[in-house]
């Protein structure tokens, strides 16, 4: 027979034999409604930046092809390791090499048919945009979301994107397979290309480091496919196709040409001896290893009285089955090389980061190792545990094992343990590369191994055994390897990117996802410990019941009866370890449930969204608004109960009706005027006081707040054992409506029947753009227990910080008192030598220097930068990771230089967050925070900031979930925040102080900011200054001129 005709032939059979396999039904049935699931989520499709497209745009096409091709890595892996493990697990591989035919053409039709059977399975990823007119039909998105199908995009997907990567990593997994000769060697490549995925888009794309470099490495293609589809607008969102540009060239020649070329050389050398003989190496080894062993077998466990103790031999079994897993050279390197990855991408995004340096700490790094490795942690213990569950399955030796005396869980709980103990190894890997870059950066005393290492016990390795004994479940229930495989990776895939779709949210149905934690170098566990080590136990009883649900699942040698077997299962050892699973969970689960609806309920997308609506139903344009002169506020906090106690009277009172935003926890008490009550209503976080006909009157409030503790989404909480670190609208209203509850997005206004236009919320019923109420006489008061820990009186807006820090080090420099925690002593000289030299330089435009006497380092995710009286809270994150060089300590400058001179200019105006307020508060003070780093570092420190927040407006603009239009109805904290500092800069260099104070003037006096603009500049020059944004090229967004 022909080399030709030998190569057709196995093609063709190694493709039946995969579409008889099972996968390619399930990989097609799974992704196809994994990929409508995500095209309903509205949610989701606003993420991936298609909010504004149809559901089937070209660019959720090239998304969706690259993003989901890491669950193909494994499917891939399996498709191109059977044609050369097949024959040898019968123990057939001898006869089918000693075949006369030509073993190269053998060798590449094996290939073939292995390829187009990997082409067919990525061919799914595409197969869900063809049906999706269904969702349209089914009327599970709204009337026109679904677009013409887009048959240019899904074909350049294909032959671009999924075609090149299926041929060139599966000609990577057959020279594995060749070297190996077993399913390690192919699931460890997966491995390491998912590893490389995770670096290029969380180390690279994340620091914003080198985007060539993230593109050529990343196989799937994704890195390059973002980057690309992120500054697109919507109509090449809707039909473009990506351009045949030098990266994605260069990506595919690396990923699909070298491995084949790889491939061709290794094939035209591989003899049949190479196939059929072990290698001499591993002989001499295994037989080094014998003649360590005693001879003879082994006897059984046994107790003190000679009896068989079958829990010693299940310790056995587990030591076995762990052993002879984590003594294989694949298994070795494999974690060597997560180890040096880890350590190179905390290392790499610490030094390259394009807003550091960082200084890697703890506190910084683990989180972004979290990110970066466990993903391909959760899918190598569905693997491994997969490939524990099979070890036994040879020809005859798994019937003969069956027929053992042994009971049957003693095997099922050896494997289950030898399942934890690999978990538990993987899971400390990313504490350990965390570690080895603190320990190398950092210095030594600031270096904690106790809480590197307790991070991944108590974040990764919970969730990662769930998904490791789910794969050991699947595989007891399938008893197609195949099969069996395929289906771990699918579900794998589907519960670690639930937190992507976000169809569970709670924490305890949320299986295989960290769980969410801001930690803090001043905080530490405390705030987290208790929730952890709840939801931790919850967890580890869900893998007891895995394993219970198995052990019934397991088939017993040929039988077929497994009802019967499950039944009999049940009134052993198995069905008692089901019974205390079960009273675990329960026992767990609802205090913990309960518990967290407590301190985090209702903070989901889509209670937001309900809330938003019914917040706007509230309130109508024609309200009157609200004034105050002044009044007291005593507020008191129990730690021991977490409530903090208000009282609050209002002095000057005149309007008719009061509204004002509420903290999360807030109980109202008692409202009176003159001592008569005074008709509350409370919907939504927001209060609603009829007042009647009051003028001049005096209102007396009086309220709760629970302090939540718990917090599903990882935010962290002010009061802790540690200390507090309190800002006023934590505990306390603040009078007014806050535009930024306006739902402005399209989808949700549609969801929730508002209508299309968004209103416009009068600037004089708005709540102030600082504090809890505009300019008046204000006098404050906080105690701790019955300890005054802080007081004040403020002619303003009333604004107000409290810091209790006991553990915290304090160090007074230059007359700064300045608090920290113990690893950042080093940071203090640079950090006051900033603070100094930025209250100079706003000092120049403001014409009066900031009051700074003390400095504090603020909790990760509690607060923005920010001066409140003397005290300047700089956040943790950037303030304190950056190093003491370099653009990160530059971008610090313009956040302090910003902070200070936006406090200066919310009291000087009283501004409230009506129309046209981001420009001033964010933009005004955003450009004198560059307008400082120009004059006090220079013009090419000015230029990197420049080019650095170009780059961040534009991906504010490009990524923005809402209608991107004018900047006197942009909404705080929203894309106009990266934007507005570059639109006001030239303002700012034209006017100078002068125009500045007549601005602050005219609003301080009542005009709105674009009236005021309009008073200074005339019509068209406050039009051009608040106009939209323009996208001039995909390198810089420039403001409108």
């Keep these: 027979m022909s080399g030709w005709a030998v190569m057709r032939r196995e093609a063709v059979a190694e493709f039946r034999a995969g579409l008889h396999s099972g996968i390619v039904p399930l990989i097609f049935i799974g992704l196809t409604l994994y990929l409508l699931m995500c095209l309903t989520n509205a949610g989701y499709v606003e993420k991936m930046g298609g909010g504004e497209v149809p559901r089937n745009a070209a660019s959720l096409i090239y998304l969706m092809a690259s993003g989901c091709m890491f669950f193909l ?164 969102k809707s039909t473009g196709l990506l351009p045949l540009d030098v990266p994605l060239l260069a990506n595919r020649a690396l990923w699909c040409l070298l491995p084949l070329l790889a491939l061709a050389w290794a094939l035209a050398r591989t003899r049949r001896e190479d ?433 939540p503790q718990w917090s599903a989404e990882g935010e962290p909480t002010w009061l802790t054992r540690a200390g507090l670190w309190l800002r006023e609208s934590d505990i306390a209203p603040r009078l007014g409506l806050d535009p930024a509850r306006l739902l402005r997005a399209t989808l949700p206004r549609q969801r929730q029947g508002l209508p299309a236009d968004i209103p416009s919320l009068p600037a004089a019923l708005a709540v102030p753009a600082a504090g809890l109420a505009p300019a008046g006489n204000w006098r404050w008061q906080l105690l701790q227990g019955e300890k005054l820990i802080g007081q004040g009186r403020v002619n303003g807006p009333l604004t107000f910080a409290a810091l209790w820090a006991p553990g915290a080090i304090t160090q007074r420099l230059d007359g700064v008192e300045v608090s920290h925690d113990a690893s950042r002593s080093g940071m203090v000289p640079a950090l006051v030598q900033d603070v100094t030299a930025m209250r100079a330089c706003v000092g120049h435009w403001l014409g009066a220097v900031p009051p700074v006497t003390r400095l504090a380092q603020w909790p990760r995710g509690l607060s923005q930068t920010a001066r409140v009286d003397d005290l300047l809270l700089l956040a943790e994150a950037p303030g304190w990771d950056v190093a003491d060089q370099g653009t990160g300590r530059r971008l610090r400058r313009v956040e302090i230089a910003t902070a200070l001179a936006r406090a200066d200019l919310l009291a000087r105006s009283d501004l409230r967050q009506g129309p046209g307020s981001v420009w001033l508060a964010d933009g005004v003070a955003g450009a004198i925070g560059l307008a400082c780093v120009r004059e006090t570092d220079g013009a090419d420190a000015f230029a990197q900031v420049l080019a650095r927040q170009q780059e961040k407006a534009r991906l504010a603009v490009a990524g923005s979930d809402v209608p991107v239009g004018p900047l006197d109805r942009a909404a705080p904290n929203g894309w106009a925040s990266a934007y507005v500092p570059l639109a006001a800069l030239d303002w700012l260099n034209g006017q100078g102080p002068e125009g500045l104070a007549r601005l602050l003037d005219l609003v301080h006096q009542g005009a709105t900011v674009p009236a005021a603009l309009e008073t200074l500049l005339g019509r068209e020059g406050a039009a051009r200054l608040l106009a939209a944004p323009r996208l001039q090229d995909k390198a810089a967004i420039v403001p409108s001129r």
């Excluded at 052993?323 to 880890?342: I, M, P, S």
């Excluded at 993903?375 to 190598?380: H, S």
């Excluded at 969970?585 to 985090?600: M, Q, T």
Aim: hydrophobic share 55%; glycine share 10%; proline share 6%.
């Design 73 to 236: 890595f494994f499917a891939w892996a399996w498709v191109f390791a059977r044609p050369l493990l097949r024959d040898r697990s019968v123990f057939l591989h001898e006869v089918v090499l000693a075949l006369p035919v030509n073993l190269t053409a053998l060798l590449w039709g094996r290939y073939l048919g292995a390829a187009l059977l990997a082409v067919l399975l990525s061919a799914s990823i595409l197969v869900g945009f063809l049906v999706t007119p269904v969702l349209e039909w089914l009327s599970l998105v709204p009337d026109g979301a679904i677009g013409p199908v887009p048959w240019m995009a899904l074909g350049f997907a294909f032959l671009w994107l999924l075609v090149p990567a299926a041929c060139g990593l599966g000609a990577l997994y057959f020279l594995a397979t060749l070297r190996g000769r077993g399913l390690a060697a192919p699931f460890a490549v997966a491995a390491g290309l998912m590893l490389l995925w995770m670096f290029a888009v969380v180390v690279l794309k994340e620091g914003h480091i080198n985007p060539v470099l993230g593109a050529s490495i990343d196989p799937s293609l994704f890195t390059h496919v973002l980057q690309t589809v992120e500054g697109w607008g919507p109509a090449q």
């Design 275 to 707: 196939l059929a003989l072990e290698r001499t190496a591993r002989q001499q080894k295994v037989k080094k290893a014998a003649l360590l062993l005693p001879a003879g077998p082994r006897p059984p466990a046994l107790d003190g009285t000679g009896r068989l103790h079958w829990g010693r031999a299940l310790l056995a079994e587990a030591a076995w089955q762990a052993g002879r897993l984590l003594r294989g050279r694949a298994f070795r390197a494999g974690v060597l090389l997560l180890l040096a990855l880890g350590v190179l991408s905390a290392f790499i995004h610490g030094v390259w980061h394009a807003e550091g340096p960082m200084v890697p700490r703890l506190e910084l790094s683990l989180p972004l190792l979290k990110s970066a490795i466990f993903l391909v942690i959760a899918f190598a213990v569905a693997a491994l545990a997969g490939l524990l569950a099979r070890a036994d399955d040879l020809p005859g030796f798994g019937e003969m094992l069956d027929a053992a005396p042994a009971p049957d869980y003693v095997r099922l709980f050896g494997r289950a343990l030898a399942v934890l103990a690999v978990t538990l190894m993987l899971s400390l890997l990313p504490g350990l590369s965390g570690l080895i870059v603190a320990l190398l950066a950092a210095p030594w005393a600031a270096v904690d191994p106790g809480f590197a290492l307790s991070y991944p016990l108590l974040m990764l390795a919970p969730p990662l055994l769930e998904l490791a004994l789910l794969a050991l479940l699947l595989h007891a229930i399938c008893r197609r390897a195949g099969l069996a495989y395929a289906a771990s990776m699918l579900l794998t895939f589907f519960l670690v990117l639930n937190h992507e779709l976000e169809l569970v949210s709670f924490p305890l149905a949320e299986m295989g996802i960290a769980p969410k934690a801001s930690l803090s170098g001043l905080t530490g566990w405390g705030p987290w410990l208790s929730y952890l080590l709840a939801l931790d136990g919850f967890k580890l009883a869900l893998c007891l019941l895995l394993v219970v649900l198995a052990g019934l699942a397991l088939p017993r040698g040929t039988e077929e009866g497994r009802l019967s077997l499950a039944w009999a299962r049940l009134r052993g050892p198995v069905g008692l370890a089901g019974v205390v699973a079960l009273l675990l969970l329960a026992g767990i689960g609802l205090p913990f449930a309960s518990r967290l609806d407590a301190d985090d309920g209702g903070h989901s997308r889509h209670n937001a969204e309900l809330e938003g609506a019914a917040w706007e139903r509230l309130w109508t344009a024609d309200l009157l608004p609200l004034r105050v002169a002044g009044g007291d506020l005593r507020l008191s906090i129990d730690p021991a109960s977490r409530v903090v106690r208000g009282e609050w009277r209002l002095d000057g009172v005149q309007g008719r009706r009061l509204d004002a935003e509420l903290p999360h926890g807030f109980q109202l008490q008692a409202a009176s005027i003159g001592g008569q009550p005074v008709l509350a209503k409370q919907v939504a976080d927001h209060l609603i006081l009829e007042l009647g006909d009051c003028t001049d009157c005096s209102l007396e409030l009086r309220w709760s707040v629970q302090v």
